[in-house]
């Protein structure tokens, strides 16, 4: 696990922040390499905000940011000829707005946990008959049942609460 924190500006198409609305967040993997014990990942994480605007319009606006990820995870017990898949989770986001030095809320603070999720693989050789005959002996034939550990990568939970919500007339747009 480890912190990613940014504080980022907005740009001058978008107007001033009231009040951030919603936030997600995702990773996107680039590479990784495992090199001597030391697994080097690079990614990318996207974090998308949903605010209103500052004032009595009320205005629904979006914007994203990417932060470029490269953390380096030691694997000392893997072996360099291993094959690694990587996934990486935000497990933690926070978002809050921020007034810049003319004291406009233009800044909003970006601060994210992310889990890494490391498989390492490694090829064995085995020796196996594939096919035999002999004339000479009975062959028998001997069955083992192999026990596979299947372990649980993610829990994702939906819930739907009904109920109703009253919107006015004068509503012109849902997000």
Sequence with gaps: TFDLSETVALN?????????????????????????????????????????????????????????????????????TAFCRVSLKVCQQLCSVKADSSGSNRLV?????????????????????TDCYCIEYETEETFEKPELICPVREINETRQIKGEVELSSALKQIC
């Design 12 to 80: 001058g198409e978008h107007p001033t922040v009231g009040k951030i609305i919603s936030c997600s967040s995702r990773t996107v993997n680039e590479s990784h390499k495992l090199s001597q014990g030391k697994l080097l990942i690079k990614a990318d994480a996207v974090t998308d905000i949903c605010y209103l605007t500052e004032g009595d319009k009320n205005e629904l606006h979006t914007f994203s940011h990417s932060m470029p990820v490269s953390q380096i995870v030691d694997l000392s017990q893997v072996p360099d």
């Design 109 to 129: 603070d970006i601060s994210l946990r992310v889990s890494a999720f490391i498989e390492a693989f490694e090829k064995k050789e085995c020796d196996l008959i």
